[in-house]
């Protein structure tokens, strides 16, 4: 079995992606470089990972996944949209965790493992001190 974005060569997901992964981009969403903007908001957070848990449900519903994946694929465009200067919603590192993710989920186990890591990144968020707004 070839390595995949979130499974290792033996086809297991990669501890890293649910551990230090994880950690290291929660600290850039919190601290981010004085050239990445402002930090991300626990609102910009949840409405996100909210609407993840939203296509988790109808993933769950759907035995083909190709019904749902045109909506997952869908989120870059929202991601960019909030992150637009005009808006300014959410900053320049969360929307490119958003794209770069969504581009590898082709699959419902790559959405599935996406779940994983993405709750990984929120647990590490709050666990870092994140207040919610």
């Given amino acids: 079995m070839g390595e995949a974005y979130y499974r290792d060569k033996n086809g297991n997901i990669k501890v890293e992606i649910l551990d ?7 600290e850039k969403f919190l601290k981010p470089n004085r050239d990445e903007g402002k930090p991300l908001t626990s609102a910009q957070l949840r409405r996100f990972f909210g609407e993840f848990r939203q296509l ?9 996944f190709d019904k749902i994946k045109p909506l997952v694929k869908m989120v870059k465009s929202k991601a960019s949209y909030a992150a637009n200067p005009r808006n300014q919603k959410i900053p320049d590192t969360f929307k490119k ?3 770069d993710n969504v581009d590898q989920i082709n699959f419902k186990q790559d959405f599935e493992d996406f779940m994983l890591h993405f709750e990984a990144v929120v647990g590490f968020c709050y666990g870092l001190g994140m207040k919610n707004d």
């Fill in 20 to 26: 230090k992964e994880a950690l290291s981009i929660a």
């Fill in 97 to 99: 965790f958003l794209i």
């Fill in 56 to 64: 988790e449900k109808k993933v769950k519903k759907e035995d083909n």
